[in-house]
Structure formats: C-alpha cells, structure tokens
C-alpha cells in the first residue's frame, strides 16, 4: 500500500483515486512517535481507520464519522498542523466523486496516546442561491499572536457584515491546543475594526420620543417639547437578516432564526450573543427597508425592561459599533446607570444617515452578570437596536408617496401608515388620485381600517381613479376587510365620483353587515334608472345572509305605498326574500294590496312577477287581484304576465273566464296554465273553445294542456291534434306525446313515423322519442320505414328516415336486432344504407360481429369504408351501456 509521508511543518500531500480504487490512505505525525496512516473505511457508518506508528505494535483506532459522512472518497488529503509546545493537529480532508469535500480534525491525547475525532463535516455552501449555508475549517494567526489558530464555524449567504463582500465565519469554535477540544471564541473579523470609529453619546434631553400608540411598539413620535425633531413621526428602517452567533442555537444553521427582536422595540425580546462572556465583535445585520427616507436617529434598549432580574441574570453591552454599507463607523457609548438597567431607551443622533442598504451591529464590551448564576451563563444580551427616520407632514409627502409606490418597500410603506396614523389621512387624500397600482393598493389598505370622514374621500377617489390598477387594488383593499369594512362603505355611498359608489354597493353586496341596511334601502327613494338595479341587487343579497331586517322593510313598503311612491314600494318588494314564512306572508299581503292601486305599466309588471312568485311559494293571498288585473288590465301584456302567474293559484280559482280574451297571447297563456293545473271543468272549457279557435298558438298550448294531464284523453283526440292543419300544434302535441311512458302515446307517435305525407322533422322527433322510451314495437317498425323507402313512390324523405331508423336500431332497438341488420348490410340497395347498418352494428357492441364488418373496409364507396372503420373502433371499445330490454351492469 503507498503510503503518504508527511514533514514535521505544516504542510498537505494529496492522494488522488479512481472511485473503484481499493483503498485511500494517507499518513500524518500526530505525536512525534512517527507515521501514522489514515484510511476511510467504507460501511455504515463510514469509519477513519488510524493505524500504529511505524514499527510499533498494537491494534488500530477507528474513529466512526457522524451521520451523513461520506462511505466513499475519490481522493483523501492529509495535513499536520502544529501549534504552541509543538502540538499537533491532524487535518484531513475526503473529496467526493461530485467534488465536494468533507473534513474531519483528529488529535493524540492520552498516555498511552490515542487517537481522538475533534470535529467532522461537510464543508462548502449548498442549498438555494442567495440562501446558501455550510461550514468552513479556517487555519492561520487570526487574532495576531504569531501562534496558529484553528477555527470551526458556519458560513451562510444570509448574514454577511455590512460593507464586507466575503461571507465571515459565523458560531466561530477554536481548537484548545491544550485541551483538544473546540471551544466558542470571539476575535477580530473583517470590517468590524472599531479602530477609527467616530463616538456617539446617547442624545439625552435633546430628543424625547415615545411609542405613538400603546399597542404598536414600532411606531414612535417625538414629543413637542423635544429639542429636536419636535412632533415628528418617527419610521422604523431596520428588517434583521441574521447573527453571528445565537444562544442555544448549538451553531446550527437550521436552528438559528433573525434576530428579529432587535427591531420590535419590545424590551421582553432582543438577541443573546452565542460565544459567551463579553461577546466582542459578535454581530447582527439588518437591511434598511427603503432607500427613501434617511434615517439618522438610532434607539438602543440595552437590557429587558420587563425583567427586574435581568441585571443579575444577563450581561449587557457597554459599547457597540455600528457600520453601514459604505464603511461608516460609529462608536455608541452605552452608560452603566439605573435607567439603562431597567431597560430605558437611549436615542444617538448619528452624524450622517446610514447607507450602502444595511447596517451590521457588533459587541465591542459588556457588563458582566451581577450574580454568580449569570455569571456563570455568560450571556450578554440587547434588547433593541433599531434605526429611525423622522417624517414630518405635509412636509414629507413626496417622501411618503415614493415609499407607497416602491415595490421592494412594503414592510416600510405598512410601517411609515401605521406611524403616521390620522395625520396619513389628509395627505393620502391628496395624493390618492396619482398613485399606481402598488401605493394605492398600500394606501386603500390602511384608508380602509380608518374611521375618519376624510379616509371615506381619500378611498373614493382611489375607487374612481382613471388607473384601473389603483382602482382595482381599492376594491381589493375593502374585499380584505370584509363585513369589518361596513361603516366605510356606508359612508361611501354619497361619494364621488359614481365609480366609488358602485364599489361600495357592491362590495356591501358580498360582505356588508346587517347595520348598512337601512342606508342602502334610504338610496332606493329617488334613485335614478341606472342606480336602482344595483341597489336592489345588493338589498338582496344582504337579505338573503341576514333576513332579520326583512320586517323593517315591509314597513317601509307599507309607508312608500301610503305615501304614493309606488316604484320604491314595488323596489323593496322585489328584494324581500320569500324563503322565510313570515317574510312571505307579509309580501303576500303587500303585493295584494299594491295590485289594485299601482298605476305605472313597470310597477305592475314587477307586482305581477313577484304575486307568481309567492304563489309559487304557497302564499295564496295574491290569487285575487291577480286574476282581477288578468281580466281588467288594458294593456296585453300584464294579462298574459298575470295569467301564467295564475298557473299556482288555488285550484278553487277558476281560469276559464281567460279563454275568452281577445288577445291571442292570453289565451295562450291560460291554455297553458289550465294544462299544468289539470282541473277537469277548466279542462272542458278549453275543450269547448279549441273548436272555434283560429289561432295555431292557441291550439298548440291547448294540444300540449291536453296531453299532458294524467288520464289518457283518448285516440281520437290525439289523432285530431296530430292532424292538425298548423305544423306548430303538431309538433308541440308530438313533445308532450314524447312525454308521457304509456303504450297509447307510442302508439300515436308510431302513427306519426309511418304517416308519409308529414313533415320529415316531425316524423323524427317521433322516432326519436320512441328509441329513447325502448318502445318494444321498435323493430317492426323499422322493418316497414325501412319496406317504404325503397318502394318506387318513396319521397326523399321517407329515405332518410329510414336511415335513422336503422342506426336507432344500434343504439335503441331491441336485443335480437342483430340479425336484421346483418341481413341490411347484405341486402342494403344503396350505400348511405349500407354504411347506416354499418354504423349501427358498431353501436350494438358485440364484439364477434367484427366478421360482418371487415371485409367492408375495402369498400369502393368512401363514406362505407369509412363506417365500416368507425364501427371496428365502436366494437373495440364496447358498448358503453346497456341496451333496450337489458338488465343492469
């Protein structure tokens, strides 16, 4: 086996093999008694094999990798690492077939000296672009000693220092060359040099800000009397990305989260380093929200104001360094008095605004725990750090609407609404009509929740603007609130322009509470044509969710009618919903009562409809002064409105006096309505009057009335109506005929297949409804459609209804068909028969009747190849259901 020899200095020898090689070795000095080799052996879990020196005797350590080490390496590289009293470290490093690495430190401690694991891992960045993690093994004087260091830590793409383009070494471990073991350490890192650095003092009595609103701890305001910035809002800028190092994260990436605590202003929540006694330069790194207000005032809580203990428990920083993204430090000094112990907010005027999109926050010193238990924890705790710019209206208004309108700003915009609270309201309003899509989604949002006349404005404009995305982002804005958004609508519906009041109804319409009743119902009086659809549209809906406040409309009925205004009267009925029994008795009184007295054609027409309605509905109390304007009215369209209407009157009512009208349509209508009410004395009268009547619309409803009452009317009666001289009452007498399942209404439709002087579409439509009932005559049929068409005399027509016959003889016709059309296709004297018998032996479904079609394939005439190529799919794929005569499969 060769063998890796490696010097006494630090140095690295790489040994590069094939994947199928049989083994990697290579050898370190670990304790100056010579050579060692080290061998990955593959297994579960994969192992470092450490054999003996040179020349000594004794067994082999084998040092088990942790979970998820690699069970095989193309290469293997080894390297001594000499520390202070000439100790030594071994470095190896395992290369995978996909390039990656693993490394692993191994030490000699003990006597006799054995080998021991230090640390094993993965090393390199994996995971999704822009949010890459992994760890790195870093070798070198790194805190300026002149020793070498070895250090063991994470790297990850979503917490870099501020300013600094390389990713630092995140929950640093050093290797204890003493002890053999890694321990958290702090040091120097790169862009953190507080060397330089301007100093900050807390700004004191010059600047005296606090929380605008008790429940939101983000939003703050300066106090009139402060030196500076007086009455200004101040917008939180800072979003924490991460830390580099977390308590009880155990330097796991996975495990560690934004230090988001620093930015909430809530003492109770804030970050604890992860390295233990002063943290020195272990950071935080936030992004700046928005570009587009400068923020100069920085609010720093030091320790917990909600834990009296918190001082005895915890460390707590004495100076921080602050660095932007253009490498700006500054030097915040952090006193050591009571008020900063109990958790007190210290303001530092920076001297410029950070820049660059971020800010990095890094432990210089700390005051230690006052209790040996905290000292003991060695934790150094902070609980805010977050940046402020101040925003003064009207002054920054044009601030204000570049925040709303910038994309990648939407926590600053929420922030900046939420601060500024009434005093946003004005200033939206006025700017309202020239946002886009995204501020004015952002600014209906927050006009949305507010409770201020002006907010009603401001979110109309939004609702009316030309821009149809910020109009669309309104609407939206008001779909998010829900029924919470009631008041506002309310409000809204005396705005300007119109485009805001049809989003109001209609958004009241899909979510409005019961309280918006009375005002939309208030809209009715006096409403203009275009208005008043809508507005009922939206009455109704709110009705139908909550049909409570159905009783206060029926009141207000009672009184636009006492009043005269019969077109609100007639409005509001038509939204009262009839599924509740005491709504619709009450309707049922309103609409008999309003019969007699409306006077515009519109009111009556809507009475009309809304009295067949509750009729429908079961309520009777319509009945009457229905059938009085059916009989009364001049114009001849309510009677025939009202005369279907009486199709649900009670049956004591009676229509017959209706067939007497003059106007053709009426007694249509009534034909109709007698037919679905199948009284008998109703009934004789239509009789009586279909003698004499002229009109074939007339004749076909009474035909239809006839035949669709339960009890046969007899032969000659439905011949008379099938022989009727108008193809209209014909063909309705053949539909209800198609209607009924009893063996006379197949007879009388038999008679119209073979009755060769009718129109062909009629003698289909009776064929048709034969097939679909499995009439059981149905191949005898055929047989004689079939006889005719080829006789001499035949018309056109009888040759094409013999077509469909014979394919309804594949889908409808009885089981024992198959024969007859075996002896069509034989026997067919023309090809569009052929290929009908073709088709509807494809349609039977049975699958050995492929020898029948074969050999038609190959047929001269295209349209017969063509079926016979259809009905081999057809039989291939089976019959989809049953067939006449079968039982269920």
């Known amino acids: 086996m060769k063998t890796l020899q490696l010097g006494i200095t630090v140095c690295a020898t790489v040994l590069a093999l094939p994947a199928a090689a049989a083994a990697q070795t290579a050898s370190l000095e670990l304790d100056g008694a010579g050579r060692r080799t080290i061998e990955l052996e593959a297994g579960r879990p994969p192992t470092l094999r450490v054999n003996v020196p040179e020349g000594a005797t004794g067994e082999p350590a084998r040092l088990e990798l942790p979970e998820g080490a690699p069970a095989v390496a193309t290469g293997i590289a080894a390297e001594t690492l000499i520390g202070p009293r000439n100790a030594r470290l071994g470095r190896v490093t395992l290369t995978t077939e996909g390039g990656t690495t693993y490394e692993a430190l191994v030490a000699v401690t003990g006597r006799p000296a054995a080998p021991k694991l230090v640390w094993a891992g993965w090393t390199g960045l994996r995971g999704d672009p822009g949010e890459r993690y992994g760890e790195r093994l870093e070798v070198g004087d ?207 005027e920076l001297p410029e605004a950070p820049a660059g999109g971020c800010i990095s926050v890094a432990l210089l010193d700390a005051v230690p725990a006052t209790s040996a238990e905290g000292r003991r924890a060695s934790v150094t705790w902070l609980s805010d750090v977050q940046l402020f710019a101040a925003l003064r209206l009207p002054e920054g208004a044009e601030a204000l609407r570049a925040l709303l309108e910038d994309d990648g700003s939407p ?251 003059a106007w053709p349509g009426v007694r249509e209508a009534a034909a109709t309505a007698i037919g679905r009410r199948g009284r008998e004395a109703e009934l004789r009268a239509l009789a009586t009057t279909f003698a004499e009547e002229p009109w074939p619309l007339v004749r076909a409803a009474a035909a239809e009335a006839f035949l669709r009452v339960a009890a046969w009317p007899g032969d000659d009666v439905a011949r008379r109506l099938l022989e009727d001289p108008a193809p209209l009452v014909r063909e309705r007498a053949i539909g209800a005929l198609a209607g009924r399942d009893d063996e006379p209404a197949g007879r009388m439709l038999a008679e119209v297949v073979e009755r060769h002087t009718e129109r062909l579409e009629l003698r289909q439509r009776a064929l048709g409804a034969l097939a679909r009932r499995c009439w059981p005559e149905l191949k005898p049929l055929v047989i004689r459609v079939v006889e005719h068409s080829v006789r001499t005399d035949a018309r056109r027509g009888d040759q094409a209804l013999a077509l469909d016959a014979i394919r309804a003889l594949g889908t409808a016709g009885p089981p024992n068909v198959r024969s007859l059309l075996e002896e069509i296709v034989r026997e067919a004297p023309v090809p569009v028969m052929l290929a009908a018998a073709l088709q509807a032996l494809g349609d039977l479904g049975e699958p050995d009747a492929a020898a029948v079609v074969e050999p038609y394939r190959r047929h001269a005439d295209p349209a017969v190849a063509e079926a016979a190529e259809a009905a081999l799919r057809a039989l291939e794929r089976g019959r989809a259901g049953r067939r006449c005569g079968e039982a269920g499969r």
């Open 142 to 348: 790194v805190d300026g000693d002149g020793k070498l260091d070895v250090l063991v830590g994470v790297v990850s793409e979503t917490t870099t220092v501020c300013g600094v383009a390389g990713l630092p070494l995140l929950h640093r471990r050093a290797y204890d060359w003493a002890g053999a073991t890694l321990r958290p350490v702090s040091g120097p890192r790169e862009g953190l040099d507080p060397q330089g650095a301007t100093a900050v003092a807390p700004a004191g009595a010059r600047f005296v800000a606090a929380p605008a609103q008790a429940e939101d701890a983000n939003g703050w305001r300066v106090a009139p009397d402060s030196p500076s910035e007086a009455g200004a809002v101040l917008l939180p800028l800072l979003e924490y990305r991460g830390a580099s190092s977390s308590h009880g994260d155990d330097g796991n990436p996975l495990h560690a989260a934004a230090p988001s605590g620093l930015e909430d202003m809530q003492g109770t929540t804030g970050w604890a380093e992860g390295v233990g006694g002063a943290g020195r330069l272990e950071f935080a790194t936030a992004r700046l929200v928005t570009p587009h207000l400068p923020g100069r005032w920085l609010a720093v809580r030091a320790a917990d104001d909600g834990d009296p203990d918190a001082a005895k428990t915890r460390g707590r920083p004495k100076e921080l360094l602050v660095v932007d993204g253009e490498g700006r430090r500054w030097r915040l000094a952090v006193p050591d008095d009571a008020a900063t112990r109990g958790g007190a907010v210290l303001w530092y």
């Open 411 to 661: 926590a600053a915009a929420q922030r900046a609404l939420r601060a500024l609270g009434a005093a946003a309201v004005p200033a939206l309003a006025g700017m309202a009509p020239a946002l886009g899509g995204a501020g004015a989604g952002r600014a209906a949002a927050f006009l949305a929740a507010r409770e201020e006349p002006e907010a009603a404005a401001a979110l109309a404009a939004l609702l009316g603007a030309e821009n149809a995305s910020a109009a669309r982002a309104a609407r939206e804005a008001l779909a998010r609130r829900g029924a919470e958004a009631t008041p506002l609508l309310v409000r809204l519906l005396d705005a300007e322009p119109p485009a805001a009041r049809t989003a109001a109804l209609e958004r009241l319409a899909e979510s409005g509470g019961p309280e918006a009743l009375e005002p939309v119902a208030g809209k009715l009086d006096g409403a203009g044509e275009a208005e008043r659809p809508l507005l009922r549209r939206t009455l109704a809906a709110m009705l139908a969710r909550a049909p409570e406040p159905a009783a206060k409309v029926a009141a207000a009925i009672e009184t636009a009618l006492a009043e005269g205004k019969e077109t609100l009267a007639v409005d509001l009925l038509r939204v009262l919903p009839l599924g509740e029994p005491g709504v619709r008795a009450a309707a049922g009184r309103l609409v008999a009562a309003a019969l007699p007295i409306a006077r515009s054609f519109e009111a009556r027409y809507h009475l009309v409809l809304r009295a067949g309605a509750l009729l429908a509905a079961g309520e009777t109390a319509p009945a009457e002064p229905l059938r009085a304007l059916a009989q009364a009215a001049a114009e001849p369209e309510l009677r025939v409105e009202a005369t279907r209407a009486l199709a649900e009157a009670p049956a004591d009512l009676d229509l017959a006096p209706l067939l007497a009208d």
